[in-house]
């Protein structure tokens, strides 16, 4: 982490690509997870030998926004401008201004760490659900930077009052909702074509409190940019029939991010086991 923030951001990018590709040729079991979602999901559109520049581009994209992550103190509002475009912030801005919360859905897609950050900086009061992450020392230097760039973290095994009050504050609430996890309540829809364990907190809570659910990411835009997009509020009419309404609403918003992941395969984790769990 020293030394991407010792170097200047184009260099400590390069060197994020760098270890990327490190990380491609030295993950087997990764690599070989990564070809093999990769072609199950796309294998109609793509043959295999764009399947596997698309596999690496996954790896190098990885640590080319682990660089922004790693740099993320130096960014002020200024910098972070420059960096990121939007599409779309009007549906965000507009279910914000009502005050009554909101729910930002996206997954792991582009940097979505630098898109809290961005909506922080311009002024939104963010929290973000995450889980720790594997090494205790770098969790706790993603936290301190989450915090310093204004963001109220809220960790995945908390109390989901937390959520709840962050919402009745007014706040945007950020949730990845793109991985089969066994810590949180999952329901079965179709994610390219395939059924998939998903986390139904976000209809869990949409069905109870009325908050809204609007599909963000940010993507990867050139060499050194960003691109945010954001789509309209997930529309859904209760039928009245929890369960159901449960997966439909869980369909739509995992639909969007499909739609997002399928026009921007380089940009998603295609080494998470998304199918590992299966329907009984």
């Known amino acids: 982490m020293i030394l991407f923030n010792l170097l200047d951001r184009k260099s400590s990018i390069f060197l994020g690509q760098l270890l990327g590709r490190f990380a491609y040729s030295l993950l087997k079991e990764d690599r070989k997870t990564t070809v093999k979602n990769l072609s199950f999901a796309l294998g109609k559109e793509f043959d295999q030998k764009r399947i596997k520049k698309i596999s ?7 640590g080319k926004n682990a660089a922004d992550v790693f740099r993320l103190k130096r960014y002020n509002w200024e910098k972070m401008k420059r960096m990121v475009k939007s599409k779309g912030l009007e549906y965000f801005d507009h279910a914000y201004k009502k005050g009554n919360g909101l729910i930002g859905l ?10 809290a950050a961005y909506l922080s900086l311009k002024g939104y009061k963010i929290s973000v659900v995450g889980r720790e992450v594997y090494d205790p020392k770098l969790d706790k230097l993603l936290v301190e930077s989450r915090e310093r760039m204004g963001l109220e973290y809220i960790s995945s095994t908390d109390d989901v009052r937390r ?4 919402l009745h504050q007014g706040k945007a609430v950020g949730i990845l909702a793109d ?3 066994r810590r949180v309540k999952g329901v079965f829809v179709d994610f390219f ?3 998939a364990k998903t986390p139904i907190g976000p209809a869990l809570i949409h069905l109870k409190y009325g908050s809204p659910l609007i599909p963000i990411a940010i993507l990867r835009s050139g060499k050194y940019n960003y691109r945010i997009i954001v789509k309209k509020p997930i529309a859904f009419e209760p039928t009245g029939e929890r369960e159901k309404d449960l997966v439909k609403i869980t369909q739509l918003y995992t639909r969007e ?7 921007n395969p380089s940009q998603w984790v295609w080494m998470h086991k998304r199918w590992k769990s299966r329907p009984d």
């Open 163 to 166: 959520i709840i009050s962050s």
């Open 106 to 115: 996206t997954g792991h897609i582009g940097n979505f760490e630098l898109l």
């Open 56 to 62: 690496l581009e996954v790896f190098e994209n990885i």
């Open 257 to 263: 991010l499909e739609v997002i992941i399928r026009e």
């Open 179 to 181: 991985q089969d996890s």
């Open 193 to 195: 074509g395939r059924k």
